[in-house]
């Protein structure tokens, strides 16, 4: 048995495939961002914003850790949100030297949207997702004791059907009306 620190082929592989299953997701993400009229960053931001932990204030510089960027980068896409009326500044009641962030109506509104598409794209690519990981996990090994017509732990990228991309349609009335 290889120790923590030996790699084989078949580690890599299992790495490549979580990775790839990661990246079609945020491409997915990414792609639904653009469709509403906002850039992916944009998008991760309102996220990070509306999904902080309870007793967490929504400062520039929580924000630019949840986003894992720099706090001038966080501050320029802050600026770029305002301008668009997807959030707002206030100063605290507490501390004035602080500035905290929120979401206004307008950018609830796309969030929930983005939010729904992306939910149900990650229910459509959970066996991929799940099977990848769980193959990065166990070194990359499938049990032999499952079930091999188990989707769950098929290699998602040799069996099964194609997977069909979905064009997701946000932003305008109109838009939402054909995406029903």
């Known amino acids: ?30 792609e639904a961002a653009r ?9 991760q931001l309102m996220l990070a914003l509306k999904g902080l932990p309870d007793g967490t204030r929504a400062t520039v510089g929580e924000l ?6 720099q706090h001038h980068s966080s501050v320029e896409l802050i600026n ?19 500035v905290l962030i929120s979401l206004t109506a307008r950018g609830e509104r796309i969030l929930r949207e983005l939010s729904i598409h992306n939910r149900q794209e990650l229910q459509a690519s959970a066996p991929e997702l799940i099977a990848a990981l769980r193959s990065v996990l166990g070194g990359g090994r499938r049990s032999q004791s499952r079930n091999s017509s188990d989707r769950r732990t098929q290699n998602p990228h040799t ?21 029903r």
């Open 159 to 179: 069996t099964g059907p194609a997977r069909v991309r979905r064009t997701v349609h946000v932003g305008t009335p109109a838009a939402r009306r054909n995406s």
């Open 1 to 30: 048995m290889a120790s923590p620190t030996e790699l084989q082929v078949h580690d890599y592989r299992a790495l490549a495939a979580f990775r790839y299953s990661i990246r079609k997701f945020l491409r997915f993400s990414e």
């Open 64 to 69: 630019a850790e949840r986003l894992q960027i």
């Open 35 to 43: 469709e509403a009229g906002i850039e992916p960053q944009h998008h």
């Open 80 to 98: 770029r949100l305002v301008e668009q009326g997807l959030v707002q500044r206030k100063r605290s009641g507490e501390d004035r030297r602080q």
